[in-house]
């Protein structure tokens, strides 16, 4: 084999592994994260969940000079 086909046949291999590498990302299997932000809402409407308690606001004392 002359050193053309040598290093031809090497940067083929290196490219068909790069590619390989890049398609083995994208069907890797991604973390469920998506399914997490829907738990929440459905959580706030079961019945047992109580409002929040009213602050009352606080008693100002009139300004005296």
């Not at 959580?43 to 000079?65: L, Q, Y």
Request: positive net charge; proline residues 12%; charged residues 20%.
């Amino acid at each position: 084999m002359s050193v053309g086909k040598t290093a031809g046949w090497t940067f083929a291999g290196l490219l068909l592994g790069v590619l390989a590498g890049f398609a083995a990302e994208l069907f890797r299997r991604q973390p469920v994260k998506v399914q997490q932000r829907y738990v929440a809402p459905q959580a706030t409407r079961t019945p047992d969940v109580r409002p929040p308690a009213v602050v009352p606001r606080p008693v100002t004392e009139p300004a005296t000079r």
